[in-house]
């Protein structure tokens, strides 16, 4: 396989895996820098949590349904995890309501997090890494995503005084007080960046990416696609690989719902899929590379996951003092 289909292929499968990092790179947008346009940060609604949050045993590290139900790579704990993910956001906006509490905003905030989200980003991340892989999902939406998590809608803090303490800066402070108490350095949401670090492996996420495309190479990775891709032709579908752009065969994703076309030809995926083992051959092949991935970059990439890990512990920490 040329390398640059090969690194387009993987990013393309590794798409949902950068899908489930969004809670983080989304929040991240509006609790770092505003940048040059200011805009204000986004979330969940504009209402405080009310609702009791779950246990974190409760929810799932792997996918929970489908061909890769359960499905784990060694790389997989050197990232942050939908699961991670999920309980940093919601530290990080405890902290925020507690800081912004200092100066009177009472109800600041963006509303609880919903925790659909951690088995809806794992099923697209590792549950889609090889493609479509549930064959119920397939029989629904074809090869688009579930409809597991409604869309957030857009949060922002409210302007003047809320925005200005968020932020650290605006009109309504004076000499970076509001009302005569110091505001910190940045804001609450500065204050709070510095406490929870947002949790980035970009060394990690590199050595996936490469473990994903070097284990396409192998030469059973290479000969079940081709069994699935003459799975496929018997059933009357020329593809060539699973993660080929699937517009060729005249099916759009970006289209609102699937087509009865397209539903039956994502069927057809997964069972193919099935018959051949190709999941199971393909995720083997990426445990070896991921091993010896690990084993060349131990340094860079343990350095990575301790810093993940000391976020994750904190903020795991302050999420369950606020289940008790």
Partial sequence: MDSRIGRKLATRATAGFAGAAALVTALVAGYGSHGASDAAPQSAGNQAPTAKRPALGALPL??????????????????????????????????????????????????????????????????????????????EFGYHLPDDVPEPPHWEPAPGAETSVFTGKGAELEDGAYQGQTVPNGGCREEVRRMLPPPVTPEALRLSLESFDQAQERPEVVKAITEWSSCMKKKGYKRDHPLEDIDAPGISISAPTPGAEEIEHAVADVECKKETDLIGIWSSAERAEQVEGIKKNSLKISKEKAAKDRTANKARQMYE???R
Avoid: H, I
């Fill in 62 to 139: 792997t996918p929970t349904r489908g061909l890769a139900k359960g499905l784990a790579l060694p790389l997989d704990e050197y990232v942050s995890s939908p699961l991670e993910n999920y309980t940093w956001q919601v530290a990080v906006q405890d902290e925020w309501r507690t800081c912004m509490a200092r100066y009177g905003f009472e109800d600041f905030g963006p509303p609880r997090v919903d925790e659909r989200t951690v088995a809806a980003q794992t099923n697209a991340a590792l549950g889609r890494r090889y493609g479509l892989s549930d064959p119920v999902s397939a029989a």
């Fill in 321 to 323: 003092e606020g289940v």
